[in-house]
């Protein structure tokens, strides 16, 4: 354990079976985790015209070609008869129109209620497009077209509060509508932000990996498609309807723009706690570089697993310092205030999902470094080695046995002839006299 736990008074479960492993709360729904409560409305900012508008219009028409496909269930669990067209739109249809139960239900990460049976009670976290994905080379692929992701009015002034929550899941924080991201098909209005980490003995939580590597933990921003929906709710289990922006977490220096937010977890240690913290330029809590990212098509990382999201992972993870990921790790309740026996939130990620033959778009030519890493080029090295050194082995072998046969042919040519010794050369002078 670091220096600088947090004592406490009451008793209370740690690691693995904080609350983010065992939560015991009940009716998720609308505040939690990837699913927040989108303050405000619908902007009414026109798009912008020219090659902006352009590239959304194609953007919507791939978009709405793939949105069925992400609705359907996994390919095992599909053997029956194709329906009439018209009857599965009519089913999706009304399979997509019925609410997540806002009462009587509960999830957590590990236990009864963990993620091996979510499924049972959220039909989606067990279909195809879920999230959270590991990022390796076989599945990368560079595209052109991707362009830096372009943010409007996240510098949000201190007079703007936010409200942070402590849902029993995460800690989330309601964001402005006037935050958007303007760069992508559709518009996107910001909703709210919430983390996901581990624990401090194991700090492996955030939910993508590269290449099977967890950082510390990850930040999520939750946007809804502005020009389609209302608010994040209504948008929430549609095609197209969210657009998340990913962080990634490491340990480093010390972070002001994230001290903003940390610095309030004393008012919100239990579940249902909430306080307000004054507007920030919340672009300083992403990576310098907005142009280097991971690009695919998800679902939300917590139940219901709505496959709805448009995931955008900066490649590049932010620091934070080991306080600071200390006092995620260990400020933090997924237990009421007046509960006698608080569990820690911890561990609150979900882990990576089945790929389902998806494509990652990626805005950077390949790094050489992730291919070295990867397990086909690791695989390819270790057989081109092998080959090599049967090859060498083989050639030195064939040099030692032909080198060994021309000199056996030498020898065999020569005829031995004794040296004469001096008496035998003198006989020999005297008969030639």
Not at 185 to 195: D, E, I, K, V
Request: aromatic share 10%.
């Amino acid at each position: 354990m670091r220096s600088g736990a947090i004592r406490r008074g009451k008793p209370e479960r740690q690691g693995s079976e904080g609350c983010g492993r065992w939560a015991r709360e009940s009716g998720p729904c609308r505040g939690e985790g990837d699913r927040g409560a989108a303050p405000g409305g619908r902007s009414s900012a026109d798009i912008t015209a020219g090659g902006r508008g352009r590239r959304r219009r194609a953007g919507r028409a791939r978009l709405a070609a793939r949105a069925a496909h992400r609705y359907q269930p996994r390919r095992q669990d599909a053997e029956m008869p194709a329906l009439p067209a018209a009857l599965l739109a009519l089913l999706l249809h009304a399979h997509l129109c019925r609410p997540a139960p806002l009462n009587g239900s509960k999830w957590s990460y590990i236990g009864p209620d963990g993620e091996k049976g979510w499924p049972k009670k959220y039909p989606f976290c067990g279909g195809v497009f879920q999230s959270p994905i590991d990022f390796h080379n076989d599945i990368l692929q560079f595209d052109s077209t991707l362009l830096p992701v372009e943010l409007e009015g996240y510098n949000v002034s201190s007079d703007v509060k936010f409200l942070l929550t402590n849902n029993g899941h995460s800690v989330k924080m309601n964001l402005s509508s006037a935050m958007r991201i303007q760069s992508f098909s559709f518009r996107y209005s910001a909703a709210q932000l919430h983390l996901h980490w581990g624990n401090r003995n194991k700090q492996e939580g955030s939910e993508h990996t590269i290449s099977g590597r967890h950082f510390a933990a990850e930040l999520h921003i939750v946007h809804y498609n502005a020009d389609q929906y209302l608010d994040l709710k209504s948008a929430i289990d549609k095609p197209n309807g969210l657009a998340v922006l990913a962080i990634l977490m490491e340990e480093g220096d010390f972070n002001p723009s994230f001290e903003k937010i940390f610095s309030h977890f004393q008012r919100v240690k239990y579940k249902d706690q909430e306080t307000i913290v004054p507007g920030f330029n919340v672009r300083d809590l992403l990576p310098d570089r907005l142009d280097d990212y991971y690009r695919y098509e998800g679902s939300l990382t917590t139940p219901p697993c709505y496959p709805s999201v448009l995931w955008t992972v900066f490649r590049k993870p932010v620091e934070v310092s080991a306080q600071q990921l200390l006092a995620l790790e260990t400020t933090l309740y997924c237990t009421e205030s007046n509960d006698p026996a608080p569990l820690e939130m911890v561990d609150n990620f979900r882990r990576v999902q089945e790929f389902d033959e998806r494509m990652v778009s990626v805005s950077f030519q390949q790094d050489p470094a992730l291919v070295e890493r990867s397990p086909g080029f690791v695989l390819f090295v270790v057989l081109a080695s092998v080959l090599g050194i049967v090859s060498v082995t083989m050639a030195a072998f064939w040099l030692i046995r032909r080198k060994s046969l021309q000199r056996a042919k030498e020898e065999k040519g020569v005829i031995y002839k004794p040296a004469v010794t001096k008496e035998e050369e003198e006989e020999e002078n005297i008969s030639k006299a």
